[in-house]
């Protein structure tokens, strides 16, 4: 089995009204889309450094993260990564794909087991002072990754951290426990490193915040924390040559694409990630970013939800069978669990289950798997299935690149910049005008006056 496969057959079901003739037509548009991505003509093509991005990264540079991830990882019990948006959500996506359901159970140990966890991501003071008293009996180091440079949430986690881990082990062992993540040459968090002599790596100017999961941004806080980040970028590059090289009906990125285009311009314009598997919940919010931030401007867009089932079948699954019918449904499918668990007989046969004697869990989830999307597909939800052969470091290096360069895709047939993100500056500008920000006193003013 490939390393992802991507399925629109039940997309054509009467209730979509898409079918496989609109996906024919759709084909040239895609298959140009595609090309602009390669070509570097189309709109923001100042960030497609993502592109070629796996199948360019030497052993070097992956031998300089692994040699820095194993100085942290010596140094400390609890290595914290700090960063907000495409700054974090890649790296948390993987780490709970690759990580055992239960890890946090194990005390973190310097060495041996040293646990990343993650910050600057809000600005609960709350999640902070928990995260502090969390800590304070362990060895602790940080990653700060910050392409600006100047962000608030990361940068006032960062002031916390940095403050605690100087009065611990004073400015020269701060210097040993410190890493930055940020730009060549801009930003505050490059000025304070270069002073600081903090060990740096760069995230490339033409890589994006939502694109650089497999930059330093992402690849260092995995290698901290174990996983095979060789093996990540290697899925990454399979899928970046299949993606450019594979015809359109063996292509899972213009596959995707298209039956989403379709669907969107169909009317269905909500589309939830589903996956039954609890570790990828958080791939769920890094597609999230991914599609949210690249598509949604010009009053167009996709708007991306997601779910875990069975669990949110008992939540969400009502509105998704009975609800508006703007919905369709991408679910992450894997053909192979890593672990195996069968159901016993039982004598007394009290709760009605000897039918499942015998089966695997496993089995269970994919009949569930099955029936939830006949149940849905009848119920008017078109359903794109992703399959998976199994969750491994591989298989998740290229989902993540399959799905960005279907985002790329996608954003172009839509007609806008996938690179760009202006609706983000709103927010920031009010929050800076209420905090009294030198430079922003009329604005503060005026919102003040509306609230
Ligand atoms: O995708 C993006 O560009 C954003 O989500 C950024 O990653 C996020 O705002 C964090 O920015 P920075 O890395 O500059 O702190």
Same mark, same amino acid.
């Given at each position: 089995?490939?390393?992802?496969?991507?399925?629109?057959?039940?997309?054509?079901?009467?209730?979509?009204?898409?079918?496989?003739?609109?996906?024919?037509?759709?084909?040239?548009?895609? %298959?140009? #889309?595609?090309?602009?991505?390669?070509?570097?003509?189309?709109?923001?093509?100042?960030?497609?450094?993502?592109?070629?991005?796996?199948?360019?990264?030497? %052993?070097?540079?992956?031998?300089?993260?692994?040699?820095?991830?194993?100085?942290?990882?010596?140094?400390?019990?609890?290595?914290?990564?700090?960063?907000?948006?495409?700054?974090?959500?890649?790296?948390?996506?993987?780490?709970?794909?690759?990580?055992?359901?239960?890890?946090?159970?194990?005390?973190?140990?310097?060495?041996?087991?040293?646990?990343?966890?993650?910050?600057?991501?809000?600005?609960?003071?709350?999640?902070?002072?928990?995260?502090? %008293?969390?800590?304070?009996?362990?060895?602790? /180091?940080?990653?700060?990754?910050?392409?600006?440079?100047?962000?608030?949430?990361?940068?006032?986690?960062? @002031?916390?951290?940095?403050?605690?881990?100087?009065?611990?082990?004073?400015?020269?062992? #701060?210097?040993? @426990?410190?890493?930055?993540?940020?730009?060549?040459?801009?930003?505050?968090?490059?000025?304070? /490193?270069?002073?600081?002599?903090?060990?740096?790596?760069?995230?490339?100017?033409?890589?994006?915040?939502?694109?650089?999961?497999? $930059?330093?941004?992402?690849?260092?806080?995995?290698?901290?924390?174990?996983?095979?980040?060789?093996?990540?970028?290697?899925?990454?590059?399979?899928?970046?040559?299949? $993606? #450019?090289?594979?015809?359109?009906?063996?292509?899972?990125?213009?596959?995707?694409?298209?039956?989403?285009?379709?669907?969107?311009?169909?009317?269905?314009?909500?589309?939830?990630?589903?996956?039954?598997?609890?570790?990828?919940?958080?791939? !769920? &919010?890094?597609?999230?970013?991914?599609?949210?931030?690249?598509?949604?401007?010009?009053?167009?867009?996709?708007?991306?939800?997601?779910?875990?089932?069975?669990?949110?079948?008992?939540?969400?699954?009502?509105?998704?069978?009975?609800? %508006?019918?703007?919905?369709?449904?991408?679910?992450?499918?894997?053909?192979?669990?890593?672990?195996?668990?069968?159901? &016993?007989?039982?004598?007394?046969?009290?709760?009605?289950?000897?039918?499942?004697?015998?089966?695997?869990?496993?089995?269970?989830?994919?009949?569930?798997?099955? !029936?939830?999307?006949?149940?849905?597909?009848?119920?008017?939800?078109?359903?794109?299935?992703?399959?998976?052969?199994?969750?491994?470091?591989?298989?998740?290096?290229?989902?993540?690149?399959?799905?960005?360069?279907?985002?790329?895709?996608?954003?172009?047939?839509?007609?806008?910049?996938?690179?760009?993100?202006?609706?983000?500056?709103?927010?920031?500008?009010?929050?800076? #005008?209420?905090?009294?920000?030198?430079?922003?006193?009329?604005?503060?003013?005026?919102?003040?006056?509306?609230?």
């Amino acid at each position: 089995m490939k390393s992802v496969n991507v399925r629109i057959d039940k997309i054509f079901a009467p209730a979509s009204a898409v079918t496989a003739a609109d996906i024919d037509a759709l084909r040239p548009e895609i %298959e140009q #889309a595609n090309e602009l991505l390669h070509s570097g003509k189309g709109k923001g093509n100042d960030f497609l450094g993502w592109v070629n991005l796996p199948s360019s990264i030497t %052993e070097a540079q992956l031998s300089e993260i692994q040699a820095a991830a194993e100085v942290l990882r010596g140094e400390a019990d609890i290595i914290i990564a700090i960063g907000i948006g495409g700054s974090y959500l890649g790296a948390k996506a993987v780490l709970e794909a690759l990580s055992g359901s239960f890890d946090s159970l194990t005390a973190p140990k310097k060495g041996v087991n040293p646990r990343v966890v993650f910050a600057g991501q809000n600005i609960s003071e709350d999640y902070t002072w928990e995260l502090m %008293e969390a800590v304070k009996n362990y060895d602790i /180091a940080t990653i700060v990754i910050s392409k600006s440079g100047t962000t608030t949430e990361p940068a006032i986690a960062f @002031r916390i951290i940095r403050d605690q881990i100087e009065k611990r082990y004073g400015k020269e062992g #701060a210097a040993r @426990r410190i890493v930055a993540v940020t730009d060549e040459s801009k930003g505050a968090l490059r000025k304070l /490193a270069d002073t600081e002599g903090y060990k740096t790596f760069v995230i490339p100017d033409n890589v994006g915040g939502r694109y650089s999961v497999l $930059t330093p941004v992402g690849l260092l806080p995995l290698a901290v924390a174990g996983v095979d980040i060789r093996a990540l970028v290697a899925g990454a590059a399979e899928m970046e040559k299949l $993606t #450019a090289d594979a015809p359109f009906g063996e292509n899972p990125a213009m596959l995707y694409a298209a039956a989403r285009t379709a669907l969107y311009r169909a009317g269905k314009k909500v589309e939830i990630l589903a996956s039954y598997e609890p570790k990828l919940q958080n791939i !769920g &919010e890094w597609w999230k970013q991914l599609y949210g931030e690249s598509e949604g401007k010009e009053g167009k867009g996709i708007f991306p939800a997601s779910v875990t089932l069975t669990a949110d079948l008992h939540s969400m699954g009502q509105y998704i069978q009975e609800g %508006e019918r703007t919905l369709f449904e991408t679910v992450i499918r894997i053909a192979e669990p890593a672990h195996t668990f069968k159901i &016993e007989a039982d004598k007394e046969n009290l709760d009605g289950l000897n039918f499942l004697a015998g089966k695997h869990i496993g089995e269970v989830n994919k009949m569930a798997i099955l !029936g939830t999307m006949l149940a849905h597909v009848d119920g008017g939800v078109p359903n794109i299935a992703v399959e998976l052969p199994k969750i491994d470091a591989h298989t998740i290096g290229a989902l993540l690149y399959m799905f960005e360069k279907a985002c790329g895709i996608s954003g172009y047939a839509l007609g806008v910049n996938p690179f760009d993100q202006p609706g983000v500056e709103a927010y920031k500008k009010n929050m800076f #005008a209420l905090l009294g920000k030198p430079g922003y006193e009329k604005e503060g003013e005026a919102l003040r006056a509306r609230l």
